[in-house]
């Protein structure tokens, strides 16, 4: 009998944009472990095309505001990050905004849950 194999194409169109910035406020611990946070206060996550884009903005954040750079992945664009929720909200912000004026990102609305 045969294996089926299935095969992921990832896709990525012409442009700068951030497609993600999301703050997860007060995660649940099950969360955390899972994805190998030890951090409860908020978790920061951001999606960024070109993938590099995503080592800027870890270099925009950090300076931004006491966060810990928990994932950077400089070939799908994501970037985590944690702190207390007003640090990590600070870092999003200045780093969507950072990259819409120096860089001519299209920005994301940041959203939270």
Do not use: W
Request: proline share 4%; aromatic share 4%.
């Amino acid at each position: 009998m045969t294996e089926e194999k299935r095969r992921v194409v990832q896709e990525y169109v012409p442009g700068k944009q951030v497609t993600l910035a999301h703050v997860i406020c007060n995660p649940r611990r099950d969360l955390c472990e899972r994805v190998g946070v030890d951090n409860p206060g908020a978790i920061g996550v951001m999606t960024i095309t070109p993938g590099e884009g995503a080592v800027i903005a870890a270099d925009i954040a950090s300076k931004a505001a006491s966060v810990h750079m928990e994932f950077v992945d400089r070939f799908t664009g994501c970037l985590m990050i944690t702190g207390d929720i007003s640090s990590v909200e600070r870092a999003l912000q200045s780093t969507v905004a950072a990259l819409k004026a120096t860089l001519g990102f299209y920005p994301a609305e940041i959203t939270r849950s």
